[in-house]
């Protein structure tokens, strides 16, 4: 599956360190994968002064390079994808609601779906066994600060957009959309989510052909 070149984060003068339930939920993870508290707030330094580059996400895996007084180092970490069989549920649970993928394609996450995904058997958001990582320093803990650093902007980007948190989970935006798209038969769908969705995939191809890339799946007539 295609990777994800998400741009360089700005520095940032607040010391706010989530502001969403989800943000939340994403950070007590990393603070959990955290070896030392020492380590943390120097991640956070690395992180809200810009020292982290470009983050690319894909299902299972992001890596990005981070630079300190010592030099540029590159990270790479992992988080565990669903099954396909969670993949399935997931996307169920999606598409229960059709408010669901329209406040998804707003920067939502509601926190209903994650709820009824999780009586599904669905673990959305990581804990902090979960994220692995591995870095080109020679810090002896894992996660070392320059893996705390991307974790952290990482959070930031989920925030922004929890499709990041869907495609690291192995469940990309248009994998989803196409899914919601395709699931039933048109006698059977619900006007509501086939509306969302079809708006969507119209939104989606507009963005790519500004840009010049090949075109998604059109929506059907």
């Known amino acids: 599956m295609a990777s994800v070149l998400h741009p360089r984060v700005a520095p940032r003068r607040s010391t706010a360190r989530a502001a969403t339930w989800w943000g939340k939920a994403w950070v007590r993870a990393v603070e959990e994968a955290a070896y030392a508290e020492g380590d943390l707030r120097a991640a956070r ?13 894909e299902p299972g895996r992001y890596v990005a390079a981070v630079e300190d007084a010592r030099g540029v180092w590159t990270v790479e970490g992992s988080i565990p994808v669903l099954d396909p069989r969670d993949v399935d549920a997931l996307v169920e649970t999606v598409a229960a609601e059709a408010g669901r993928v329209a406040a998804l394609l707003a920067g939502d996450l509601p926190h209903t779906l994650v709820e009824h995904a999780e009586e599904a058997g669905v673990e959305l958001l990581p804990y902090g066994g979960e994220l692995g990582s591995s870095c080109t320093c020679d810090h002896w803990a894992d996660p070392c600060v320059h893996a705390l650093a991307v974790l952290q902007q ?30 039933t038969e048109p006698a059977e769908q619900d006007p509501d989510l086939d509306a969302a969705v079809e708006a969507a995939l119209y939104a989606a191809r507009l963005l ?6 090949p075109e998604p799946p059109a929506p059907s007539g």
């Open 208 to 213: 790519t052909d500004a840009a010049g890339d």
């Open 154 to 183: 990482l959070a930031w980007l989920v925030e922004a957009d929890p499709f990041v948190l869907l495609q690291l989970r192995g469940l990309p935006r248009d994998e989803l959309l196409a899914r919601l798209h395709a699931r």
């Open 45 to 57: 330094t690395l992180a809200r002064n810009g020292n982290v580059g470009q983050i690319s996400t």
